[in-house]
């Protein structure tokens, strides 16, 4: 704390806690301080105020000097704290040299046994198929149009709109190959890419990677069903249709 022992203003003497402390009581015992309250003893904000004599005149005007000093200088000096490092940090840019490394790169490789996060949970996840219901399939359907109509097209020909405006063309799912595959080709094509289609295992999780899977199937089902693959009561009022 910095004191400045007394100061006075509209015919109070005061003794300051801190300087900030002194420059505030200063604004309220402006408004305040009239000569009605001349002898009332004032406590606000930690400050004691009392009347003064006259014969301190002389310091209290040297006090109010330092008042309009010692305040932009504090403000100066607060201003200065917050330097440039906090928009401009001194920091190491990816492809500059460092000199902090042995071998003067910023791009370190791992160390051996390194393990990504949620590598563990990845991992589980692609290995673990899950259980084949509604959600999945419905979860599928979202991210085969978001991530696989563009090119495969929302019935899996292969005539998508990327397609359509010149890209190479995939096979169709229909195809007798592709109908045959199991379900671990089309996810690990979706992990590792294949040909032209890049790797889609940054952009979609194991886990919807398989409801993708599942989709398909679903797809290659719509557009290869006979008659024989429905249940019995959907059968029959086919027939009754007909």
């Given at each position: 704390?910095?004191?400045?022992g007394h100061?006075c ?20 015992r ?9 002898g ?11 009347p ?12 109010l000097?330092?008042?309009?000093i ?21 920091k190491?840019?990816e492809?500059?040299p ?14 051996a046994?390194?393990?990504?996060r949620d ?10 198929k ?7 399939l419905?979860?599928g ?14 019935t ?14 995939p ?18 094509v ?31 089902l719509?557009?290869?069903a ?14 009754a249709?007909?």
């Open positions: 704390m910095i004191t400045l100061s203003r509209g015919g109070f003497e005061t003794r300051p806690v801190s300087i900030l402390r002194n420059y505030i009581g200063s604004l309220v402006r408004t305040i301080a009239t000569k009605s309250h001349r009332i003893l004032l406590k606000a904000g930690g400050f004691e105020t009392r003064y004599k006259r014969h301190d005149r002389a310091v209290c005007s040297t006090r000097h330092l008042h309009t010692m305040l932009p200088l504090l403000l100066a000096v607060a201003l200065a704290a917050c330097g440039q490092n906090m928009t401009d940090q001194p190491y840019n492809y500059k460092a000199q902090l490394f042995r071998d003067g790169r910023v791009l370190q490789i791992p160390p046994g390194t393990v990504a590598d563990a949970d990845r991992r589980k996840a692609a290995a673990e899950p259980h084949l219901d509604a959600a999945l419905a979860r359907q979202e991210q085969f149009d978001i991530y696989c109509a563009p090119c495969h097209a929302r899996g020909a292969g005539n998508g709109m990327i397609v359509q405006r010149g890209m190479p063309r096979p169709s799912y229909h195809i007798d190959r592709l109908r045959t595959a199991d379900d671990q080709h089309f996810f690990d979706i992990t590792n890419g294949h040909g032209v289609m890049y790797s889609y295992a940054q952009r979609v999780t194991p886990r919807d990677r398989w409801a993708i899977v599942a989709y398909i199937r679903a797809l290659q719509s557009q290869n006979s008659l024989d693959d429905l249940p019995d009561d959907q059968r029959a009022r086919l027939h249709a007909q």
